[in-house]
């Protein structure tokens, strides 16, 4: 066969062409013959020596995935200038064959649909497109022997020659594009994995959170999730698609072969001295597959408390709640609001060497030196619930469970909160006392509540004043109304922004912040808890307690100077006030 594909067995099987009789009878010839293991080249060649599939189904099936022509080439004819392109050495060891110039792309005869890496390192030394086709490599091999040979003796025929962008001839960087897995006269990385680490070391450079790579009808597109907001990056080409994202799933160490179902995988990726995870999720799309990569910088994460956002009476408050012996604090919020930052800065604060603790999580993102880490896998059994009592038995004083999902779960979460545990989770809420609300439609008796939880801390993310370029302006009256500020609060009348620098890239916002609603649970709102009275009575109660709800929160940092009107109303709504 001569097809190292080691996922076309698996392939043929799904597709229903080969009987699984049939494979399992190669496969014993092929264990008779080596004395071990499983050959996959050896038993595509046994199947088609069986007679049970045939070379032209199996392209036929390839054409079909990859969506690429089969092309057949016992009659096809190249011109001499079309073979001057790439020449005899090169064409055999990567096993490709030119077929045509048209304008600035080379129609381009492969066997191998997945060797992305000669095919983007032909297109980078000729500097032009690559249209792959489709043959079998037998064929490939016969049409290179058959044209190569009618030229082999005409004067500087091995010299090799490419186009230029203004259509004149060049003289050729000829290399070795592969043999085997080794580059004999480079040691450059092939352009494709050029690109990748540019892609990632560049987004790591601007700040970003996420990199999205998202295949649409007309064009590769790549984003930016920098500071909550999305911003498009030059595209690659797109018939460099298939390639890059193939490269980004061996990276992650996740199946290249499948294209069906969703995936994840992690990269550890180096910037400098930092080691940088990136958390990647593939999913399939009309058009491929579209990738978001995560980029978690665990430097980033480890923040004090001072460094969440916090103005200094907030700080003591929730520096007054962590520090407690035993009891339940929730942060809530939506996903992306900074649950995780905050959750680790606190257990990071907490982090002395007489205090165990253990953490729960779904996946594990960052890894604490000093910290106990347990990752959920529900395809061993070990749920949140399963593993919170197991480690219940490993006598820890501080217990963080990513999030309470279930009865189960929380039930769990409340007895170790009462028998002389501090835990932390999370709830995804539209503000703090809904935490509340929120645990007695899961299950949870309010009594139960009333006396294991000690505080929630609702929070968002807001951007922040690019502090380069920010500067005063005056608000109008419309927007003073809008956001509750009266003018006579602040004495200048004047409001800042950031009016948009190259260290913002134009936005006038570098960096995020929280804001923050931190509902301390006392004595008096553990009797209303206890009473089973209503949301709205519960956060009146609250608010007369002294609680700021985030929109208040915001209104300060407006104030400050730190962020925009416009900001603080994207992360509150008007109930908050």
């Not at 690559?130 to 490599?137: G, I």
């Not at 959170?209 to 009808?217: A, K, R, T």
């Not at 900074?338 to 890894?367: A, C, F, M, W």
Request: net charge negative.
């Amino acid at each position: 066969m001569g097809l190292s594909l080691d996922y076309v067995v698996e392939l043929i099987l799904e597709k229903g062409l080969v009987s699984k009789l049939a494979v399992s009878v190669a496969k014993e010839s092929v264990r008779k013959e080596k004395g071990y293991g499983e050959d996959n080249d050896n038993l595509l060649n046994v199947l088609i020596k069986n007679g049970a599939i045939t070379t032209q189904e199996i392209y036929r099936l390839l054409s079909d995935e990859y969506t690429l022509s089969l092309i057949d080439l016992s009659e096809w004819e190249t011109s001499a200038e079309d073979l001057r392109l790439i020449n005899h050495r090169v064409a055999v060891i990567n096993c490709v064959f030119p077929l045509r110039l048209d304008g600035r792309t080379l129609k381009l005869a492969i066997s191998d649909p997945l060797d992305v890496e000669s095919l983007d390192s032909l297109s980078y030394f000729l500097n032009l497109s690559v249209e792959p086709q489709l043959a079998p490599k037998h064929n490939i091999l016969e049409a290179i022997e058959r044209h190569y040979k009618v030229f082999a003796n005409e004067p500087d025929w091995e010299s090799g020659i490419a186009r230029s962008d203004d259509g004149k001839a060049e003289e050729n960087r000829r290399v070795e594009i592969r043999s085997g897995r080794s580059y004999e006269l480079i040691n450059e990385e092939t352009p494709i994995v050029q690109y990748v680490e540019w892609l990632i070391g560049d987004a790591i450079k601007k700040r970003a959170s996420d990199i999205h790579l998202e295949p649409l009808e007309k064009r590769f597109r790549v984003r930016y999730r920098i500071d909550g907001e999305l911003a498009e990056v030059e595209n690659p080409p797109q018939y460099l698609q298939h390639s890059i994202i193939s490269r980004l799933k061996i990276m992650a160490d996740i199946s290249i072969a499948e294209k069906r179902v969703p995936q994840d995988g992690r990269i550890q990726f180096k910037s400098g001295e930092k080691k940088i995870n990136l958390r990647v999720s593939t999913i399939p799309s009309i058009y491929g597959e579209s990738i978001v990569m995560r980029i978690l910088d665990q430097e980033g994460l480890l923040r004090g408390l001072s460094e969440l956002g916090l103005f200094s009476d907030d700080e003591v408050v929730l520096e007054k709640l962590i520090n407690l012996p035993d009891g339940l604090i929730l942060l809530t919020g939506p996903t992306g609001s900074g649950k995780t930052t905050t959750l680790y800065s606190s257990l990071h604060t907490l982090n002395e060497s007489d205090r165990k603790i253990i953490t729960i999580e779904d996946p594990v993102e960052y890894q604490l030196r000093g910290i106990n880490q347990v990752q959920v896998s529900d395809q061993v059994g070990l749920s949140f619930a399963s593993a919170l009592r197991s480690i219940l038995r490993q006598a820890p004083d501080i217990i963080m469970i990513g999030e309470i999902r279930d009865l189960e779960t929380a039930e769990i979460v409340i007895n170790a909160s009462l028998t002389g545990h501090m835990v932390f989770s999370t709830l995804h809420t539209a503000d703090a006392p809904s935490a509340i609300s929120r645990l007695m439609d899961i299950g949870i008796k309010p009594y139960l509540i009333s006396a294991s939880l000690r505080g929630v801390l609702a929070q968002r993310l807001i951007r922040l004043n690019c502090e380069n370029c920010n500067e005063n302006y005056l608000p109008s009256d419309l927007e003073l109304s809008t956001i509750g500020i009266k003018k006579e609060a602040f004495l200048s009348g004047y409001l800042k922004k950031g009016s948009g620098c190259s260290h913002c890239h134009g936005s006038g916002y570098f960096g995020r912040s929280g804001i923050f609603e931190i509902f301390e649970v006392d004595e008096n709102i553990q009797q209303l808890i206890y009473e089973h009275v209503s949301l709205v009575d519960l956060r009146q109660k609250a608010l007369a307690c002294g609680m700021r709800t985030m929109r208040d929160d915001g209104l300060r940092k407006i104030e400050a100077g730190i962020t925009t009107i416009e900001e603080v109303l994207s992360a509150t709504v008007v109930s908050d006030t």
